[in-house]
């Protein structure tokens, strides 16, 4: 007994210590606390040190200047993802992209700690990944007063970067180091699940726990389906059972959910899950709501990973199986969608806990208000739309070619594990060519650009001369839908759309009336089918037959003078 004692009373100390060791500064604090960046990272590299199943690693630069940082769990102790790949499933967290929104960060400190000290059961199928502050730069821009709408906690990050970029809207056009330094992640772990965490703005409601899970229509076939009817049910339906009750994120700003319902939220690849989608990986961001206490914003975030967690590792097999076999929906031939639009003749009644809400005279500008009643909260049906219609589709090419002299593309193509081949030698190859017919582009600055939009093409077979060291990039590769997304123009968020081709919609060669005039009659002179245009031309269009400038500029437009790389597309698609 002697022996014992001592052994007992040291093995609780320990206890004891390890519980003090190991709290969380949000722990520690008042429950309206967050941890600042340098406490998370002092918090992460702790765990690093004293436990085995625990890996941190710098990735990558951020604007701000300071490293990103993965923590790897695995408590089989393996760190290479190589290895990891081969027969477990991988869960991504990404925390602090909107350093504002921070219930992530001091979540995934606590499960994380609570993994390694065995708190939880340490799932046997999955290894963990989580970058503890993606925007670095807006989490060491603490403030009290920017997220104005939200109860706490007492200090937080801003939302804009380092830069005042929007991290959640540039994973496609990537300015910021941060976006490229998350791709390199990104493939390096390569995902089967992804995890967002965010907290919302929008309508009061009775939910702690909202949630965007990424379009089943856009990560499409059965992967979509398995998402949409299997994963998310079962992971809420887990939730449920703790008490914990969720809705799809209240897509609704100043009109209240239950007047005309609301649809689901269509997350493009700009934004992180629908980046991920393009990998075919079942992402979602847990929108916590912003009036609900801090503690309890965390309490189910904390949940909403764990249970997470227990799904995939009960299912990694078909997870990994599903994600494959999604990349025969995306073959040379086949249709993809480019453009969506909400479906409204497909209505999904909705449970919703919500609070009655109601209009009253507004003490500041006099005229009415929305309010919420939060003594009479309602449990009834809402509209729900979650089907979209196709609006408009390209047929897959076998292969796009990207000319080396775009390097700013291919350099994204490259982050972004896209396998391509350089060309041996010149060479002219038969393809299919856009010519931008009509755009429009924003007229205010988003996100540090003006986008485009509205994409009138016109498509042409022709025969282009390559150049040694051009890339012909199969579509055939686990990137297809992020070749799609990105290199057609038509999509929402293309390289076109993002300004990444302006360019060639300058013209940069002209010429003079005077001596132009001459060249033009000849040319009519020369060349039956164009003078017979020209007069059908000035026959039907006034204005253009009053016009002389017009008239010298068509027959330019139309002649061998005008060059040819003004409103050329200059990515080719090989269709044959
Ligand atoms: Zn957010």
Not at 125 to 153: D, K
Not at 235 to 264: C, M, R, W
């Amino acid at each position: 007994m002697k022996k014992i004692l001592p052994l007992l009373l040291f093995s609780s100390i320990i206890f004891a210590q390890k519980k003090v060791m190991y709290q969380t500064p949000y722990e520690k604090g008042n429950g309206n606390q967050t941890a600042t960046y340098a406490e998370t990272i002092a918090f992460f590299k702790l765990l690093d040190k004293d436990f085995e199943s625990i890996q941190m690693v710098e990735m990558g630069l951020t604007d701000s200047g300071e490293p990103l940082h993965i923590v790897i769990y695995n408590p089989h102790k393996n760190f290479d993802f190589k290895q990891i790949k081969k027969n477990k499933a991988v869960l991504l967290l990404n925390n602090g992209i909107h350093p504002g929104e921070p219930d992530g960060i001091d979540a995934t400190m606590m499960l994380y700690r609570d993994l390694a000290t065995g708190k939880l059961k340490a799932p046997q199928n999955t290894v963990i990944v989580n970058i503890p502050i993606y925007n670095i730069g807006g989490a060491l821009n603490r403030n009290s007063h920017t997220r104005t709408n939200q109860n706490g906690p007492e200090s937080y990050g801003f939302r804009g970067n380092a830069r005042n970029y929007d991290l959640n809207r540039d994973f496609v056009k990537s300015d910021t180091k941060n976006a490229k330094s998350f791709a390199q992640i990104f493939h390096l772990v390569n995902p089967d699940v992804f995890i967002d965490n965010h907290v919302s703005n929008g309508a009061d409601y009775q939910y702690t726990l909202t949630y965007i899970a990424t379009h089943h229509q856009k990560l499409g076939g059965e992967l979509g389906s398995y998402f949409k009817e299997e994963m998310m049910p079962e992971i809420l339906a887990s939730l449920k059972e703790k008490g914990i009750e969720a809705t799809p994120y209240v897509n609704v700003h100043d009109t209240k959910p239950d007047t005309a319902g609301f649809t689901q939220f269509m997350d493009y690849p700009r934004y992180s899950t629908g980046y991920a989608s393009m990998f075919n990986v079942l992402g979602c961001m847990p929108e916590t709501h912003m009036l609900k206490e801090y503690s309890s914003r965390v309490k189910v975030t904390y949940e909403y990973i764990a249970e997470s967690i227990k799904f995939i590792d009960q299912n990694y097999n078909r997870i990994k199986l599903l994600r494959s076999a999604n990349l025969e929906n995306y073959i040379p031939g086949k249709h993809y969608t480019l453009q969506w639009k909400i479906d409204s003749t497909q209505v999904t009644p909705l449970p919703f806990l919500g609070y009655n809400g109601d209009y009253k005279t507004s003490e500041v500008t006099g005229k009415q208000r929305l309010y919420y009643d939060r003594s009479k909260p309602f449990n009834k049906m809402v509209p729900y739309y979650q089907s979209y219609l196709s609006t408009l589709q390209v047929t897959i090419p076998k292969a796009y070619i990207v000319p080396k002299s775009w390097w700013n593309v291919i350099e994204l193509l490259k982050i972004n594990n896209i396998e391509m081949e350089p060309l041996a030698k010149d060479i002219e190859i038969e393809v299919e060519s856009y010519r931008i017919k009509d755009y429009k582009t924003s007229k205010q600055p988003y996100e540090g650009h003006y986008p485009h939009h509205n994409i009138n093409i016109e498509i042409s077979s022709k025969k282009i001369a390559f150049h040694e060291g051009d890339f012909v990039i199969n579509t055939q590769q686990p990137g297809v839908k992020y070749l799609l997304e990105t290199l057609e123009p038509q999509a929402i968020d293309s390289y076109f759309n993002w300004n990444f081709f302006d360019p060639i919609l300058q013209q940069k060669e002209y010429f003079s009336n005077y001596v132009f005039e001459d060249t033009a009659a000849n040319l009519l002179k020369n060349d039956k089918n164009l003078k017979a245009a020209f007069e059908k031309k000035k026959q039907e269009n006034k204005p253009f037959a009053d016009d002389a400038d017009a008239q010298l500029d068509w027959i330019y437009r139309n002649s061998v003078y005008y060059e040819q790389s003004h409103m050329e597309y200059p990515i080719y698609r090989i269709v044959k």
